[in-house]
Every structure is written in C-alpha cells, then in structure tokens.
C-alpha cells in the first residue's frame, strides 16, 4: 500500500507528541499550534505545527494532521471554492474600505493644502506690508537728513 511522505512523517512524529489538556506538544517541548490548511489537496482541514516551524530558526519540523482528509470529490472542491469566493469578496471589501479612506484622506489633505496655501499668501502679504514699512522708513530717515542738512 502506498504510503504518503506525510503520513509517514505523521505516524513518525506521533511518537514524540505529548498531550496535556487537549494541547499537543512538540519535540521543542513547546505548545503546537493548531492551523487550517486551505490548499487544493487539503482544504479546510486541520493540522498542529510548531511556532517555530514558520520562522527564520525552523528548529522544529513537527507536524500532525488533526482531521481526516476528504476523499477527493464534490465536496472537497466545493469547500476550496467557496473559500475563494469569500477571499475575493474580502478582497474586494478591503479595496472598498481603502477606497473609502483614500477619499477621506484627498478631502482632508485638500483642506490642510487650502490651509497652508492661506497661510502662505498671509506671509506674503505680511512680507509686502514689512517692505512698506521699511521704504516709508528709509524715505523718512532721507527727508529728515535733507531737512536738518539743508
């Protein structure tokens, strides 16, 4: 009988767990956590993996399917479609809310350009007002020099 290279890793594996209060353990001593796989092959079933099987370290390879798998067939196609259609329909929720915000933020960047643009010609209008002022000095200091010099 042909034995897959998992389920021969299952049953090797199975060897090494240690089971406290439903929560497998693996060779790290460390609480397996339990995840759902959603490819073709195996979708929506179950499995325990080590935390560090996804890291950089990958210390631990343990592995253990929780559920059976389905026979291949209707069902087993079924369940993965379904999956992708609520993936896209989440998808296209996530570009809605983005959109939504991308909206909110143009709005409220176009009110704080306005701001700034308000700003910007209040300094140049002050600017302008400071050089009147230092014209109407520098004439006045001129006539006053003309007046007592002359």
Known sequence: MYMSLSNARNRLQV?????K???NNCDCDIPAKERT????TNPDR??????NSLTRLRKCDYFEWK???LEDGYY??????MKQQLDSKEDLGVIKNLRTKNVELEFLLSKENSIVASMEKGMCDSKKTI????LLVVVLIVGYLMFVLF
């Open 46 to 51: 179950r499995f325990w993996n080590c935390n």
């Open 76 to 81: 087993k196609t079924l369940i993965y479609s």
């Open 37 to 40: 796989c959603w490819k073709l």
């Open 15 to 19: 060897a090494c767990v240690f089971v």
């Open 67 to 69: 559920d059976v798998a």
């Open 131 to 134: 050089r009147m002022y230092k």
């Open 21 to 23: 209060d439903d929560v």
